[in-house]
């Protein structure tokens, strides 16, 4: 499986800024996907990002409050907008992967970045 | 209904016992199924995976598939206190690697 780091690792931010969050892949991958798990919480899809196109975001969020950047096969951005304290959370990027030989499509995850917005 | 639905927990076992998590999912079509697991401030770590009906074992850990029940199964034997995790059922609806979540059962392992 890929090596996926994120930065930060966690972050305490005020009401209506925004943050950038990073992920990194240490192998090209074409499909990186970006959630959302808020305390206590399962994983919710916010978007899928591929390269070379636009994010494809799922009901429920939009392109303004979490724009995101796909610029090569190892490296995606998501950011949070204008945020408020609804958007605590921990933010995770995961990429496309195959269950050790079997050729079965499966994600792997990167650590996550913790959100606290105050 | 949700598309992936998994047993309410938490769920707490002796240490040595089975653990039994169950996962029920609503697309008839679906093709992979897998089990993550999730350790307190930590992100998901894929333990198993599915694809056949039957089971599948992987040293301590059995999934059991039922594609007609469109059910899936964990077993954990021999359970230990660092088995005691969130796991998540997630289920492959489709193409282009999507997965869909189930809000997850919460493992407690009693020494």
């Known amino acids: 499986s890929a090596v996926i780091s994120q930065k930060p690792s966690r972050d305490i931010c005020q009401r209506g800024t925004s943050l950038t969050i990073q992920c990194q892949v240490d192998s090209q991958v074409t499909m990186m996907f970006w959630y959302r798990q808020q305390p206590g919480q399962s994983l919710t899809l916010i978007a899928t990002a591929n390269q070379g196109s636009e994010a494809t975001y799922e009901s429920g969020f939009v392109i303004d409050k979490f724009p995101i950047s796909r610029p090569n096969l190892t490296f995606s951005t998501l950011t949070v907008s204008n945020m408020s304290p609804e958007d605590s959370s921990i933010y995770l990027c995961?990429?496309?992967?195959?269950?050790?030989?079997?050729?079965?499509?499966?994600?792997?995850f990167g650590p996550g970045t913790r959100l606290l917005v105050l | 209904q949700k598309e992936v639905e998994q047993n309410s927990g938490p769920l707490s076992v002796p240490e040595g016992a089975i653990a039994s998590l169950n996962c029920t999912y609503s697309d008839r079509g679906s093709q992979s199924f897998f089990w993550y697991r999730q350790y307190s401030g930590k992100s998901p770590e894929l333990i198993m995976f599915?694809?056949?009906?039957g089971d599948k074992e992987d040293g301590r850990f059995t999934a059991q598939l039922n594609k007609a029940s469109q059910y899936v199964s964990l077993l954990i034997r021999d359970s230990q206190p660092s088995d005691s995790a969130t796991y998540l059922c997630?289920?492959?609806?489709?193409?282009?690697?999507?997965?869909?979540f189930g809000a997850g059962t919460t493992v407690t392992v009693r020494a």
């Open positions: 997630a289920v492959n609806m489709g193409s282009d690697y999507k997965l869909s």
């Open positions: 599915i694809y056949s009906n």
């Open positions: 995961s990429v496309e992967g195959t269950g050790r030989g079997t050729g079965q499509e499966t994600q792997y």
